[in-house]
């Protein structure tokens, strides 16, 4: 079966008019190439070569050093809070972890299940310490970064914790003498007991 031509040539004929437009939208009829005809708004920029290259206006400054950038906000009793944008005081998982206390019933049934698993699979990695608290489990897991990588992608399949547990997380690693260590959240959807 033959593909009529003319839906063809007029897309390939809209593309093209569409990035010449891109391309000549704001340049200044008067400059030379490589110039653009205004200094506001994001807008394509011709080189030498007749090829586009977008720029952009210039975003807020952050401070340097010591100095902080900081920016009102408002509140809703009317107010404004200051904002220090170089700091950033959000508490990491492990600090919200140990917050939590332990529901000694259930926690004790998962920590078993989980281990159970955990040798099920074989993964080639040591399960260096697990605690449950109220709805999460802290798993402390150490081996080579390789076997460390195809361990959690068995232990999040169903036989793992895939249908076991409802989310997973997975913290920064660390390396202590060759050995790859990372610790991974099991996280539950339920009620303390």
Same mark, same amino acid.
């Given at each position: 079966?033959?593909?009529?031509?003319?839906?063809?040539?007029?897309?390939?004929?809209?593309?093209?008019?569409?990035?010449?437009?891109?391309? %000549?939208?704001?340049?200044?009829?008067?400059?030379?190439?490589?110039?653009?005809?205004?200094?506001?708004?994001?807008?394509? %920029? #011709?080189t030498g070569s007749g090829k586009?290259?977008?720029?952009?206006?210039?975003?807020?400054?952050?401070?340097?050093?010591?100095?902080?950038? #900081?920016?009102?906000?408002?509140?809703?009793?009317?107010?404004?809070?200051?904002?220090?944008?170089? #700091?950033?005081?959000?508490?990491?998982?492990?600090?919200?972890?140990?917050?939590? #206390?332990?529901?000694?019933?259930?926690?004790?049934?998962?920590?078993?299940?989980?281990?159970?698993?955990?040798?099920?699979?074989?993964?080639?990695?040591? %399960?260096?310490?697990?605690?449950?608290?109220?709805?999460?489990?802290?798993?402390?897991?150490?081996?080579?970064?390789?076997?460390?990588?195809?361990?959690?992608?068995?232990?999040?399949?169903?036989?793992?914790?895939?249908?076991?547990?409802?989310? %997973?997380?997975?913290?920064?690693?660390?390396?202590?003498?060759?050995?790859?260590?990372?610790?991974?959240?099991?996280?539950?959807?339920?009620?303390?007991?």
């Amino acid at each position: 079966m033959a593909v009529p031509r003319a839906p063809v040539v007029v897309g390939i004929v809209v593309i093209a008019g569409g990035i010449a437009w891109f391309a %000549l939208r704001d340049r200044n009829p008067g400059a030379g190439s490589g110039t653009r005809g205004d200094s506001q708004g994001s807008a394509a %920029l #011709t080189t030498g070569s007749g090829k586009a290259a977008i720029s952009a206006p210039a975003g807020p400054r952050l401070g340097s050093g010591s100095e902080a950038f #900081t920016e009102g906000l408002p509140l809703p009793d009317g107010g404004t809070a200051t904002v220090d944008a170089l #700091t950033i005081d959000a508490p990491s998982h492990r600090d919200v972890f140990v917050t939590q #206390t332990r529901d000694p019933g259930w926690a004790t049934r998962t920590e078993s299940e989980i281990k159970k698993r955990f040798r099920a699979l074989s993964l080639g990695v040591t %399960l260096d310490a697990l605690e449950c608290r109220a709805n999460q489990c802290e798993l402390t897991i150490s081996g080579a970064s390789d076997d460390i990588a195809t361990a959690f992608d068995r232990l999040e399949s169903k036989q793992g914790l895939g249908e076991f547990a409802d989310k %997973l997380l997975l913290s920064g690693p660390e390396q202590r003498d060759g050995t790859m260590i990372v610790r991974a959240y099991a996280m539950f959807e339920r009620s303390p007991e």
